[in-house]
């Protein structure tokens, strides 16, 4: 049974006591101060935190990012038929698992990566509800290299493959940019031109 059936079962069967015998009577017995004390400090924290927990989560998966309609066209660039759009090769080859390819991609994997980006995708739910959607969807920052390299680092085709023998140390360091060469992650002209593969 998931957790947050279980919390609410037990956040209803501790209303009900409550209800049913009152405040006053509950206090006056030590089991009755523990239901107290549960139904009044342990149950609230532990359904805020079950809600926590489930909706962090669910954000992490892409049908989640998706949802968004100003997102669909990013969703499309998955399918999208070129073997230099990053998203599209890394989704289509199965490199990145279907349910987290854009928290896996767009998560800095440092001890704080998942909170921030949480905390992005609060901004990101502001500006869909309240804010307005900017007309040009952006990056806030520069891709740091490390995302990349968290899973490409050691890595055999990164390794075997000659052109980064001259620039590794900067790409560690995040002082030349995977994307100076690698400059197509969502192809969003694909997108447009209707350039989707189409699985045999």
């Not at 892409?62 to 230099?84: Q, T």
């Not at 990349?148 to 560690?172: I, K």
Request: proline share 4%; hydrophobic share 40%; aromatic share 8%.
């Amino acid at each position: 049974m998931p957790t947050v059936i279980v919390v609410l079962i037990a956040a209803t069967a501790v209303l009900v006591v409550f209800l049913a015998v009152g405040a006053e009577a509950l206090a006056q017995h030590t089991a009755g101060r523990l239901v107290l004390l549960g139904g009044l400090v342990i149950l609230p924290v532990a359904v805020a935190g079950t809600g926590v927990t489930t909706g962090a989560v669910r954000s992490s998966n892409a049908e989640f990012c998706l949802d968004c309609h100003e997102m669909e066209p990013w969703g499309k660039s998955l399918f999208v038929d070129n073997p230099r759009s990053l998203v599209a090769m890394h989704y289509q080859k199965r490199l990145i698992g279907r349910d987290q390819v854009c928290f896996s991609c767009h998560t800095n994997y440092a001890m704080f990566g998942t909170i921030q980006a949480k905390l992005n995708g609060l901004r990101h739910v502001y500006y869909h509800y309240i804010g307005g959607v900017p007309e040009t969807i952006e990056l806030a920052q520069a891709y740091p290299n490390s995302i990349c390299l968290h899973c490409h680092e050691d890595g055999r085709a990164y390794l075997e493959q000659g052109a980064h023998d001259s620039v590794r140390a900067e790409l560690t360091e995040n002082k030349t940019s995977c994307l100076s060469c690698h400059d197509i992650a969502h192809d969003m002209a694909g997108v447009k031109a209707g350039n989707f593969w189409s699985p045999p």
